[in-house]
T-cell receptor, first 110, second 113 residues
């Protein structure tokens, strides 16, 4: 069993839809949770960074962390074709090493 | 400014060549990282420098040699690579030694012939 599980997709939704991406994990010591967006042949871009449990909102993006269930989510509202990318969840105990999910390939269809 | 820059963008090298990848950040971050990413896979950690000292080496073969000349610069020296080393090489930095919030550069796409 991987330490972080993420459905690789691909996930295809129409423009304007709400997108839900999620990861589960097994290590209860994880405290820091991140979502990265990676366009093809580019470096990962940090979208959301959360410490411990709770919600965080930034524009059309909302990150949720439920440590009791070992489950994190990223919601994208009013999705746009420019949101088409691979989304990577990443987690850390706080000691420099990030553990990544496999990434979900998302396509937003106009 | 949350920018990490990497040069070159693309690199093609033979198995007997010696080349270097360069990474720079001016955010005052004290930890810098090298990752390797193969197609359709997540980044894999190679090295971590914390306060200009090597703190993590993920059992990377010696044909990859990192160097941190100062707190803003990170190099990766390459020698006698194999075709399977072809990948996207990513540099990242974080503010403190804790390293959770990491900012990535655009990467260098390396092809080994």
């Amino acid at each position: 069993q991987k330490e972080v599980e993420q459905d690789p997709g691909p996930l295809s939704v129409p423009e304007g839809a709400i997108v839900s991406l999620n990861c589960t994990y097994s290590n209860s010591a994880f405290q820091y949770f991140m979502w990265y967006r990676q366009y093809s042949r580019k470096g990962p871009e940090l979208l959301m960074y959360t410490y411990s449990s709770g919600n965080k909102e930034d524009g059309r993006f909302t990150a949720q962390v439920d440590k009791s269930s070992k489950y994190i989510s990223l919601f994208i509202r009013d999705s746009q074709p420019s949101d088409s990318a691979t989304y990577l969840c990443a987690m850390s105990e706080g000691a420099q090493k990030l553990v990544f999910g496999q990434g979900t390939r998302l396509t937003i269809n106009p | 400014d949350t920018e990490v820059t990497q040069t070159p963008k693309h690199l093609v090298m033979g198995m007997t060549n010696k080349k270097s990848l360069k990474c720079e950040q001016h955010m005052g971050h004290r930890a810098m990282y090298w990752y390797k990413q193969k197609a359709k896979k997540p980044p894999e950690l190679m090295f971590v420098y914390s306060y200009e000292k090597l703190s993590i080496n993920e059992s990377v073969p010696s044909r990859f040699s990192p160097e941190c000349p100062n707190s803003s610069l990170l190099n990766l020296h390459l020698h006698a690579l194999q075709p399977e080393d072809s990948a996207l090489y990513l540099c990242a930095s974080s503010q403190g030694a804790g390293g959770a919030e990491q900012f990535f550069g655009p990467g260098t796409r390396l092809t080994v012939l």
